[in-house]
Structure formats: structure tokens, C-alpha cells
Nanobody, 125 residues
Framework: QVQLVESGGGLVQAGGSLRLSCAAS????????MGWYRQAPGKRRELVAT???????NYADSVKGRFTISLDNAKNTVYLQMNSLKPEDTAVYYC???????????????????WGKGTLVTVSS
């Protein structure tokens, strides 16, 4: 089975930095794109940033210039470097993968729309 496991959340003061990691585990052959989404209390889940296997990136306007998404294809891991954090960045951050090709019982197959369980980021003012 394929799973996404996030790490790196925590409590930080405004203006500080955090780095989130998300590792995809399993007998993975390839991942088409990965990204980060967040959901603040009482709000809908929103896109933060995405990156393709070819390292094409996309950012929400609210994080441009402050957050950087990167991908280690060899480790099947996506990172989110968050700088100049603001209290409004407080949310549960979720890792997402669009399509993952993997081996099961010696056969190559794939799945789509994978989500991690989330990691909480709290920014104090």
C-alpha cells in the first residue's frame, strides 16, 4: 500500500520559519505531482503549493515569496519551506499526490488522489 506521511509541523512565532516534509512510502515507481494544502479552523481546505515530477511549481498568492516547495524524486519526498510565517498561516497542512504508480505483487499499477493525515502549524503573534 502507498501512504503519505507528513512531518515538521509545530508552534512558531510570527516571522519564524518551519519546514514540512512528506514522504510517500511503498514500492513506488513514479509520482506525477505532489503538493500541500491547508485547512484553517472553520475554513475550507485550500491549495498552498504544488510541484510536478518535472519540478514545475505553482503557489497560492498568499504564500508567494514566502514559501518554497521542492521535490526529491529519489526519496519520493516533497518539502515545504515556510518563511516569514504569519498568524493567518495557522492551519493543518496536508500533503497530496495526484497519481502514484507502484508495484503490487510484482505488477505495476497506480492510484490517484492520495492524502496524508495532516500536520498542524501554529503561528503565534
Amino acid at each position: 500500500q502507498v501512504q503519505l506521511v507528513e512531518s515538521g509541523g509545530g508552534l512558531v512565532q510570527a516571522g519564524g520559519s518551519l519546514r514540512l516534509s512528506c514522504a510517500a512510502s511503498g514500492s513506488i515507481f513514479s509520482i506525477s505531482a505532489m503538493g500541500w494544502y491547508r485547512q484553517a479552523p472553520g475554513k475550507r481546505r485550500e491549495l498552498v503549493a504544488t510541484i510536478t515530477s518535472g519540478e514545475r511549481t505553482n503557489y497560492a498568492d498568499s504564500v508567494k515569496g514566502r514559501f518554497t516547495i521542492s521535490l526529491d524524486n529519489a526519496k519520493n519526498t516533497v518539502y515545504l519551506q515556510m518563511n516569514s510565517l504569519k498568524p493567518e498561516d495557522t492551519a493543518v497542512y496536508y500533503c497530496h499526490a495526484d497519481r502514484i504508480d507502484y508495484y503490487r505483487g510484482g505488477t505495476r499499477t497506480y492510484g490517484t488522489d492520495y492524502w496524508g493525515k495532516g500536520t498542524l502549524v501554529t503561528v503565534s503573534s
